[in-house]
């Protein structure tokens, strides 16, 4: 059952790819589908027997590497924090599976698309049940290339090359820095299996380590590693760029990417390494001000974005941020339910993107919208449950896990964690504003658009309804069925597979905390929402005149291009690379030095010499007795000076002989 799991989705991806021309574009949505939603029937059976029944497995197939000291199996582990992933990758890419039949329906490669999708959770599925670093490496780098394959799939447009090439350069960076904490992991420990490292943690925590020629605390320096490989997948600020460019993929590649696969894969890992950050405090304070500062500024950029998806896709960015800064805070708990929780309702919102893109003749600009609460009920409806629960209300799913996130922020005492809680707070006001700013312009307002387009506006067919309920449901419910057995008081679902240092533990100190302090981020949360319906529904005037003054017109265009980041990576770190890359490695180095020494020196020297010895074969006795003279005369200087006490008599005798004949 449990290697079905992993390898099912490989199986319908194989299928699909190399079949697909035989199969036709519903033959490949059949085995894709088949394959993923049993899939997802095992994974609920694994989370049965092993998060509910508290039986985690473990399987090892065979040995993978193995050079000296260096081993490493083919294994996979199966505990509460695998499982409870499973759940989540396996049901959301069930159900965009089965939307991209209905949404891709006419795209005539269908099934490559049903293939990579399908590739893509079988990598995720990798990640997230490997017992080793390095073959959770496997996965991570899998996920990567799916998602380059993913978002090109349109290859003939250039900003799908663009967004694919930018998504695959900016992630080799963080790949870079998760490579060098593996090796960094086995010089500490002589191991890369989870198992031993995270049980010599205690043992090794005062080890030091030299990198760049400067001493540093190993278990900080492999922790701040390990985190720059989750800061380039979770997109958190500095390697996000990659994320809402992104959105030049395919609607279900945009809800499968945000929603449980490749984002969450920089939270997973460093949930699973628990055991080990615990000792890492240097390392954790810097995860809770990354991801404060990701929450924050992620949220203020939302606040202007004209396109859909791109209001979607940042608001993923700061969602990611919360769940960072958890974890920074060693409330791993609290992050792994929060990721469980954004997954559900961040599908239903891209899937629900994707009915309007749909419905709308693939226009993406919220300006050209407009008056589609009529034309579109059942969406509107799926909206607007999906914004209440990203925005945090009470009873729906987001409510039981991202205040929860705030509090424990505010009850750790610690400039890291006040930080990074104020910086959450105001987030969560940005998030209310942004998503009714979102339904605003969408829904509410009136049409904007082209006559034609909103005449012929309508819902998708039943598999794109069917998908948008299926998601509604836990995105309502979900959070209050499950708060107490991941979170709650006592309770050990989550057994070894997460660790925390009784001091480290705040989760208690925060169901003490003033009422007040509690619901602030409900408040601002609302105070959010009502104000951004007061200036959206109507297009107040005052907002216009609000943004064409001095201070709102450089706030606008500063938020709008996404503080800048864009430019200041175009201009001073890309283009200086490219200007190196020209003036020094190809100009000097390629044709300068390897040129002059190869086809250009070495080469030409060769040559030369090779015309010059074929211009003794002329065919003329007296040119061959001149070389044979000469060449004997040579050998035999040679030997003199080589020998000088030994054979000058017989040397003098042949000599004479030789003259004779």
């Not at 609290?334 to 749909?358: E, P, R, Y």
């Not at 942004?434 to 082209?450: M, T």
């Not at 606008?556 to 490695?585: A, C, M, P």
């Amino acid at each position: 059952m449990y290697l079905n799991i992993v390898f099912l989705p490989l199986l319908g991806s194989i299928v699909s790819g190399f079949f697909g021309r035989f199969l036709g574009g519903r033959g490949s949505c059949f085995i894709t589908i088949f394959c993923v939603s049993l899939t997802f029937f095992l994974s609920c059976l694994a989370f049965y027997e092993v998060g509910l029944a508290g039986s985690s497995t473990y399987l090892s197939l065979m040995t993978w590497l193995e050079s000296d000291s260096f081993h490493v199996d083919w294994a996979f582990c199966f505990d509460s924090l695998t499982v409870v992933m499973l759940i989540v990758v396996t049901f959301i890419s069930t159900l965009v599976h089965l939307y991209s039949t209905e949404y891709m329906g006419e795209d005539p490669h269908l099934p490559r698309f049903m293939s990579y999708l399908s590739l893509f959770t079988f990598f995720m599925l990798i990640l997230v049940t490997a017992d080793n670093f390095v073959q959770m490496f496997v996965g991570w780098e899998g996920v990567g290339l799916c998602s380059y394959l993913l978002i090109n799939f349109w290859f003939t447009r250039i900003q799908a090359n663009k967004a694919a090439i930018k998504a695959m350069v900016v992630n080799r960076i963080g790949d870079f820095g998760l490579a060098l904490g593996i090796f960094g992991i086995f010089i500490c420990f002589g191991s890369v299996d989870y198992a031993t490292v995270f049980a010599f943690a205690p043992q090794l925590s005062s080890s030091t380590l030299s990198f760049l020629n400067i001493e540093f605390e190993a278990f900080n320096l492999i922790g701040v590693l390990l985190f720059v490989g989750a800061v380039g997948k979770s997109a958190q600020l500095g390697l996000h760029t990659w994320l809402p460019d992104a959105m030049e993929g395919p609607t279900p590649v945009s809800a499968l990417i945000h929603a449980a696969t490749m984002v969450t894969a920089g939270v997973f890992l460093l949930a699973r390494c628990s055991p080990f950050l615990e000792y890492c405090p240097g390392a954790l304070v810097i995860i809770s001000f990354v991801g404060g500062m990701t929450a924050f500024f992620a949220a203020t950029t939302a606040l202007v974005q004209n396109d859909l998806k791109r209001v979607i896709a940042y608001s993923t960015c700061s969602q990611l941020g919360y769940m960072i800064f958890a974890c920074g805070l060693s409330n791993y708990s609290v992050a792994i339910f929060h990721l469980a929780n954004h997954a559900f309702f961040k599908a239903l919102l891209f899937l629900g993107a994707g009915s309007v893109i749909h419905a709308v003749g693939d226009e993406q600009d919220m300006r050209k919208m407009g008056g589609l609460r009529r034309l579109l009920p059942f969406t509107y409806a799926m909206m607007v449950i999906g914004s209440l629960a990203l925005m945090g209300m009470p009873f729906l799913t987001g409510f039981y896990s991202k205040d929860v996130i705030l509090e424990v922020g505010y009850a750790t005492y610690s400039t890291a964690s006040h930080f990074a809680y104020w910086l959450g707070s105001f987030a969560a006001f940005c998030t209310a504003f942004y998503s009714i700013r979102l339904l605003s312009l969408c829904f509410l307002v009136e049409p904007n658009g082209s006559r034609s387009l909103l005449l012929s506006a309508s819902e998708g067919s039943w598999a794109i309804g069917l998908v948008l309920g299926l998601l509604a449901i836990p995105s309502m419910f979900v959070g209050y069925l499950s708060r107490d057995l991941f979170i709650g008081l006592g309770t050990d679902f989550w057994g070894n597979s997460l660790f925390c240092l009784p001091f480290n533990l705040s989760i208690i100190d925060a169901e003490f905390m003033s009422t007040s302090t509690k619901i602030m981020p409900l408040l601002l949360s609302m105070l959010g929402g009502f104000l951004s319906f007061i200036l959206y529904r109507d297009y107040n005037d005052k907002l216009f005149m609000w943004k064409t003054s001095l201070i709102g017109r450089k706030l606008y265009t500063f938020f709008n291009r996404k503080w800048l980041f864009d430019k200041i990576y175009n201009e001073y770190v890309s283009q200086n690379i490219l200007d190196f890359g020209y003036h020094f490695t190809y100009k000097s180095i390629d044709r300068g030095l390897i040129e002059s020494l190869g086809p250009f020196g070495l080469s030409n020297v060769l040559l030369n010499q090779v015309k010059q010895s074929r211009a003794w074969h002329s065919g003329y006795l007296y040119h061959y007795l001149i070389i044979v003279v000469w060449g004997n005369l040579l050998f035999c200087l040679w030997f003199i000076l080589g020998f000088p006490s030994l054979r000058v008599g017989i040397l003098l005798l042949f000599s004479v002989l030789w003259l004779t004949l």
